[in-house]
């Protein structure tokens, strides 16, 4: 499902993969994206310079950048982040 979006905005999904334990605003700190990774999913027909723009400003904050379909996306994370908190929680 594409997301309607208005005529000269760009919608690029992703996100970063940062953080710690804690959660909400108090949990931040300058460092946070430093050495990171950001995620992008782009759809097709994404517009490359609006990717790369985005990429810059991640790059800006300290991040890695990479970018996957939304299907490796998923399989990625799953074994990387979801299957962790499966086995401590057995």
Known sequence: IE???PDGVHFIPGHPLAGT???GPDAGFADL???R???FTPLPG???DALEKLSEF???CGSN???MDPQHHDM???IVSHLPHIIAYN
């Open 3 to 5: 997301p309607h979006v």
């Open 21 to 23: 334990e804690k959660s």
């Open 33 to 35: 994206f430093d050495n």
């Open 37 to 39: 990774w950001c995620i």
């Open 46 to 48: 994404t517009d490359p």
């Open 58 to 60: 991640w790059r800006r």
């Open 65 to 67: 950048i990479d970018t």
């Open 76 to 78: 990625t994370l799953a």
